[in-house]
T-cell receptor
Framework: DTAVSQTPKYLVTQMGNDKSIKCEQN?????MYWYKQDSKKFLKIMFS???????INETVPNRFSPKSPDKAHLNLHINSLELGDSAVYFC?????????????FGEGSRLTVL | EDQVTQSPEALRLQEGESSSLNCSYT??????LFWYRQDPGKGPEFLFT???AGEEKEKERLKATLTKKESFLHITAPKPEDSATYLC?????????????FGEGTQLTVNP
């Protein structure tokens, strides 16, 4: 049974389109994250939610909007996609916001913008 | 700004050939240093947490150590299944909503 699952795994789309990535965790964790991994393999945090409340909002374009309907789900919506948005987006969770060192990651969603 | 630098970028070993990966960090108020393993097409998998200089953690063929400026991941007698990218990350700052800063990783290949 997958602990952190995200869909879709692959996403290919045209510039200017809007797309969403969904994430669910069944670990009972309070805190969820979105990380972006670029072509150089750097993982950078984008957002974090604790029990549906936004607690980390890094310098990310307004075109990216996270949404957490409950503490087990965290979705990412991206408007007006640009070439530079191509990357692998990872969802992750941790037990609490202070226990952020031990993260459980999903398998990633590879976004390709043409 | 917190910085994490890993070296080498890539490392090729023969099976059984021990070596070490390095993670140098610059951070204000280190709360923890973490090692992750990432296989191709997968998300990172947590390996170790180190909190203070002098601390060591072991798991099978891996041993992680921490000083005030860097951490080492020692791999003893590696096997081909140890091939992966190893990521180092640091946690610093405020107690609530702390974020991890990751290094670029070391891509390890172990040849049979």
């Amino acid at each position: 049974d997958t602990a952190v699952s995200q869909t879709p795994k692959y996403l290919v789309t045209q510039m200017g389109n809007d797309k969403s990535i969904k994430c669910e965790q069944n670990l009972g964790h309070d805190t969820m994250y979105w990380y972006k991994q670029d072509s150089k393999k750097f993982l950078k945090i984008m957002f974090s939610y604790n029990n549906k409340e936004l607690i980390i909002n890094e310098t990310v374009p307004n075109r990216f909007s996270p949404k957490s309907p409950d503490k087990a789900h965290l979705n990412l919506h991206i408007n007006s996609l640009e070439l530079g948005d191509s990357a692998v987006y990872f969802c992750a969770s941790s037990l609490t916001p202070t226990n952020t060192g031990e993260l459980f990651f999903g398998e990633g969603s590879r976004l390709t913008v043409l | 700004e917190d910085q994490v630098t890993q070296s080498p970028e890539a490392l090729r070993l023969q099976e059984g050939e021990s070596s070490s990966l390095n993670c140098s960090y610059t951070v204000s108020g280190l709360r923890g240093l973490f090692w992750y393993r990432q296989d191709p097409g997968k998300g990172p998998e947590f390996l170790f947490t180190l909190y203070s200089a002098g601390e060591e953690k072991e798991k099978e063929r891996l041993k992680a150590t921490l000083t005030k400026k860097e951490s080492f991941l020692h791999i003893t007698a590696p096997k081909p299944e140890d091939s992966a990218t190893y990521l180092c990350a640091v946690q610093a700052g405020e107690t609530s909503g702390s974020r991890l800063t990751f290094g670029e990783g070391t891509q390890l290949t172990v040849n049979p």
